[in-house]
């Protein structure tokens, strides 16, 4: 079992900066391949960014690349996400998952293979 709770988001104006942390509890969490989603009301769920669960592999979503980075700390159990030149559109809850049917260097992008999943936070980005 794996409790994952995000923090750092807030409220930025376009063009400034965020970085979502997401803890995870458990002593298996260096196994576990993780996503950050994201959701606006009325719409689905989407990947923002994943991470294999040794950290080689990553994956942007076209609409954050250049923009946001993600990343892991093994030894903390925390996986960030550093958002840069935010703009309104990335208005959103923002969630990380984790799941544990994970091969070494694969990242796992829709939402249903994921097994674990933290509360949101709130990301707002003001023009």
């Known amino acids: 079992q794996v409790q994952l709770v995000e923090s750092g988001g807030g409220l930025v104006q376009a063009g400034g900066s965020l970085r979502l942390s997401c803890a995870a509890s458990?002593?298996?969490?260096?196994?576990?391949?993780m996503g950050w989603f994201r959701q606006t009301p009325g719409k689905e769920r989407e990947i923002v960014a994943a991470?294999?669960?040794?950290?080689?592999?990553?994956y942007n979503a076209d609409s954050v690349k250049g923009r946001f980075t993600i990343s892991r700390d093994n030894a903390k159990n925390t996986v960030y996400l550093q958002m840069n030149s935010l703009k309104p559109e990335d208005t959103a809850v923002y969630y990380c998952a984790a799941t544990s049917s994970a091969s070494y260097s694969s990242t796992y992008l829709k939402p249903r293979e994921y097994d674990y999943w933290g509360q949101g936070t709130q990301v707002t980005v003001s023009s």
């Open positions: 458990g002593r298996t969490f260096s196994t576990y391949a």
């Open positions: 991470i294999s669960w040794s950290g080689g592999r990553t």
